[in-house]
């Protein structure tokens, strides 16, 4: 999709179904079926400041691997290529990968809300719903997405988060429903919207498992991101 003249794009979303997962898998390991890291690579190609936004039940461990250490220029020599990556998921304490994914002030991992940092890890516990925290944790996301000046967003798209995925399940998981997902892209789209220019999104598969809710599930996200982005 067009970076370099947003405002004359007849689209600011692009979805891409890939197989497997990649959000888990680093420089030099992977977990959880992901073997390459799709969001990365797309991040890195694009070559603007960029914001991985990881919305997967399960932490992006992998991107935030890649991209932790990112908080000098890019390539060009300027800083509008640094990459953010924003985790929102269950919390290591409860659910895989356990060693990564901690909130800023634990022991076990950095983490900031400061634009110089790389990374931003937003766990949940076992069990939230829409309205209990998952909103508010995105909101929170898409305030530091707009303060770190992001001038595209690479949305790594789990859904394993719907309530009864088969994945997630074993250990309680998250409890989204089906109309929770419209909400969500809304909530995306609208934050984007008052930038001054159209940010471009690249959303890209992840997980989720209920198979006879994800294609809609994945629908009502990319139809809330494009509508909100239109009103």
Not at 83 to 100: L, R
Not at 117 to 126: A, D, G, N, R, Y
Request: proline share 3%; net charge negative; charged share 20%.
């Amino acid at each position: 999709y067009n970076t370099h003249n947003k405002k004359k794009a007849t689209s600011n979303v692009v979805y891409a179904l890939c197989t497997h997962p990649g959000h888990h898998a680093a420089y030099d390991s992977f977990g959880g079926y992901c073997y390459v890291n799709h969001a990365a690579m797309a991040a890195k190609l694009l070559q603007r400041r960029v914001c991985i936004l990881d919305i997967d039940y399960h932490c992006g461990n992998g991107s935030a691997s890649i991209f932790e250490d990112d908080h000098n220029d890019g390539c060009d020599g300027h800083d509008h290529a640094m990459i953010k990556v924003i985790s929102i998921h269950c919390h290591p304490d409860y659910e895989y990968p356990f060693h990564s994914g901690f909130e800023a002030g634990d022991d076990q991992e950095a983490s900031s809300t400061t634009t110089k940092s790389s990374t931003l890890h937003l766990p949940l516990l076992p069990g939230t719903t829409w309205e209990s925290s998952y909103k508010q944790a995105l909101e929170r996301a898409m305030d530091e997405i707009e303060a770190f000046g992001a001038e595209a967003l690479v949305l790594s798209m789990g859904l394993d988060t719907l309530q009864g995925d088969p994945c997630a399940i074993r250990r309680a998981g998250f409890r989204l429903t089906a109309d929770d997902y419209v909400k969500m892209g809304k909530v995306i789209g609208q934050k984007l919207s008052r930038s001054e220019s159209t940010i471009p999104v690249l959303v890209i598969q992840e997980g989720g498992y209920k198979m006879d809710q994800v294609p809609k599930a994945a629908a009502d996200v990319l139809m809330g991101i494009a509508k909100a982005g239109a009103d």
